[in-house]
């Protein structure tokens, strides 16, 4: 597993997907209210929300939790008023870590992420110390079985897509530009291909290799980053083999 990181792939394989349902959807809730407080109602001139309501469509959220959480972010956010906050970290191995949290309480939330990574052997590092090693990207991921690679290649690359290649033994990755992304998806749907995941995410220029004793460390980091409620997205730049990840999934 290469290219970029596979944390999304890697919570499917260990199956927590369906587990954690009910907060990815509370996660992508408030990934569209606030892009619709701030960038307005409008898919069509908000990037923000256009990416975020084309990951909540991808993760088969009903249409009725996106428009009311449009709605409730167009008519400005209820109770708490949430700000976007990103952490940089480096994690055990060297390995680079970005977290994005949607707070409303900033001091509280770097206080609880600092602490997380020390318990972990890592720590909190200077904005600007690791983003620079990552690049926005559109990422999809589609099962193989749903699909012929010729058939998604061509589609893909029709509506605009950088790159269509191999995530993993039973899926396709396609890469998209940010802008690209909701073009892509929309030409997925019309096609009828289900996807398995959707979205902008951070995808690194380099990766770092982990031997299974790392791995094990940093994929109990990334779990219990990912657990915390103001926590909506992380991005690292680890490499864990498709063996050695099958034999950890394996055991759970």
């Known amino acids: 597993m290469s290219g970029h990181s ?5 919570k499917r394989k260990k199956g927590k997907a369906d587990a954690a349902r009910g907060k990815v959807f509370t996660k992508l809730i408030r ?3 606030v892009a619709a407080r701030t960038g307005g109602a409008d898919p069509e001139t908000n990037a923000a929300l256009r990416n975020a309501v084309a990951a909540a469509k991808a993760a088969n959220m009903p249409a009725s939790n996106i428009d009311r959480a449009i709605k409730k972010g167009a008519g400005g956010l209820e109770g708490a008023n949430l700000e976007e906050v990103m952490y940089e970290a480096y994690a055990p191995g ?6 994005q949290t949607l707070t409303d309480n900033r001091n509280r939330t770097t206080s609880e992420i600092r602490h997380i990574f020390t318990k972990h052997g890592g720590n909190l590092a200077e904005l600007g110390a690791v983003a620079w090693m990552f690049e926005q990207k559109g990422v999809i991921a589609v099962d193989k079985s749903a699909c012929s690679e010729d058939e998604l290649f ?4 029709e509506a605009g897509a950088e790159d269509v290649g191999g995530l993993t033994e039973d899926a396709f990755e396609i890469v998209t530009t940010p802008s690209d992304f909701q073009k892509v998806s929309e030409a997925l749907a ?3 291909i289900p996807v398995m995941s959707a979205e ?7 990766t770092v290799p982990l031997d299974e004793k790392q791995a094990r ?13 103001d926590v909506q997205k992380v991005y ?6 498709e063996e050695l990840l099958q034999r950890i999934a394996g055991e759970d």
């Open 217 to 229: 460390t940093i994929l109990k980091l990334m779990e219990a980053i990912e657990d915390h409620d």
């Open 94 to 99: 060297g390995v680079a870590v970005m977290v």
């Open 31 to 33: 990934e569209i209210t």
């Open 200 to 206: 902008v995410t951070q995808v690194p220029q380099n």
């Open 236 to 241: 690292a730049n680890f490499d864990i083999t």
């Open 6 to 10: 596979k944390w999304s792939t890697i």
């Open 190 to 192: 019309d096609l009828k």
């Open 154 to 157: 061509n589609a893909a690359l």
